[in-house]
């Protein structure tokens, strides 16, 4: 077996527990060597641990949605109209209340036809369903790059206005994830530089559409940049990317502060912390995607799921949104990385085929427990 450095809090569950429920239990993790069996009981028996010890106080009702990550910008031009219609389908049968789709410059910059019209078609059927709307778009390299923040905040801002004045989404997260952009375009910027984006493009989208809900997504490594977006009168909400067990202790930090700025929080992306073995010039999309598909990890994925449900539950948040959603219709054996184009093929296979996981009924069965009512409403509607 491949050994790697991996830092792990959980295994440690009073740390854990002292990240959860905001106490000091004096522990400070370090760093262990583990192994991929090791890395799975460490992880599953850490996950249960909590499971059990914060059940109890998980009374709140939650909204679910669900990531079409088939409809990413780089996949929409290949992706077959009716793979899209059929894996929305089963997110509906699921019983999901609204879906969530990360666009970015492509095709609105090119006009490319064929794809908005994909899209046209698509985000009209989320709708005749009766499901919300959630745009998260950002920054790929795949049909686009960029010289410098300008060139990207100029770009930016024209696919994003369109895409608000196009459908009229009931939340558009319009900065997601600074850093992690940052990382893509090649080059440093800097919070202030992505709080006048933010803000600049937030009042362009209220004025397009003064109903659409607005929202900035950060991850637990970038406090610095959630504290400037909680201070834009025009955001309605935080919403929150969950990796990571020791992310936690962050987000358990930001999520009070949120709500004393009279922001609303949620989690727009979440799944378990992939297994990896570290080499130079790997990217974080490359390791977030690692072995999502391995059926050796699905009762980890359905344990992720309980746990992540259980949390916003106690905290109280608006939502979820589990992210790599293939593992609803397909596991392997082996080369099941997320971004895989063999293994997303025998995902699409399994789409039409009608073919769900036991993940996928794990969730479903999550939603049952603990949907809120009227949660196909949009959440401003649920307000009123």
Do not use: C
């Amino acid at each position: 077996m491949n050994k790697f450095r991996f830092t792990f809090f959980a295994v440690l569950i009073i740390l854990f527990l002292a990240m959860f429920f905001g106490t000091d239990a004096g522990v400070t993790a370090g760093k262990t060597t583990m192994t991929e069996d090791e890395y799975s009981q460490a992880l599953g028996q850490a996950l249960k641990d909590i499971i059990e010890k914060i059940k109890p106080r998980a009374k709140a009702r939650l909204i679910f949605r669900a990531n079409l990550f088939f409809a990413h910008e780089t996949a929409i031009k290949n992706m077959p109209l009716n793979i899209l219609k059929q894996k929305v389908d089963a997110f509906k049968e699921a019983g999901v209340s609204g879906v969530d789709i990360n666009m970015g410059l492509f095709p609105w910059l090119d006009m490319d036809k064929e794809a908005m019209a994909k899209y046209d078609s698509l985000i009209d059927y989320i709708r005749q369903l009766g499901l919300t709307l959630a745009l998260d778009p950002a920054y790929s390299y795949v049909y686009h790059k960029v010289t410098d923040f300008k060139d990207w905040t100029g770009k930016a801002e024209i696919a994003w206005t369109e895409m608000a004045r196009r459908y009229r989404p009931d939340i558009f997260v319009v900065v997601h994830e600074p850093t992690t952009q940052d990382m893509r375009m090649g080059f440093e910027n800097s919070v202030q530089d992505w709080a006048r984006f933010t803000e600049r493009i937030a009042r362009k989208i209220k004025e397009i559409s003064p109903h659409i809900r607005l929202a900035a997504g950060v991850h637990a490594k970038e406090y610095g940049h959630f504290k400037e977006f909680v201070k834009i009168d025009l955001l309605d909400y935080i919403s929150f990317d969950v990796y990571s067990l020791a992310g936690l202790k962050s987000i358990n930090r930001m999520i009070p502060e949120a709500r004393k700025a009279g922001k609303r929080v949620y989690i727009e992306e979440t799944w378990r912390p992939p297994y990896f073995v570290p080499g130079s010039g790997l990217s974080l999309d490359y390791i977030l995607a690692k072995g999502i598909g391995l059926s050796k990890f699905k009762e980890l994925d359905f344990l992720w799921l309980e746990m992540i449900t259980l949390y916003a539950s106690v905290w109280k948040m608006d939502s979820i949104t589990p992210f790599w959603t293939q593992a609803f219709f397909k596991y392997v054996e082996n080369k099941g990385d997320a971004l895989d184009k063999a293994y997303n093929l025998r995902v699409m296979k399994a789409i039409t085929q009608k073919e769900r996981t036991e993940t996928f009924h794990h969730f479903a069965k999550l939603i049952r427990a603990y949907q809120k009512i009227n949660a196909t409403k949009s959440q401003d509607q649920q307000t009123k």
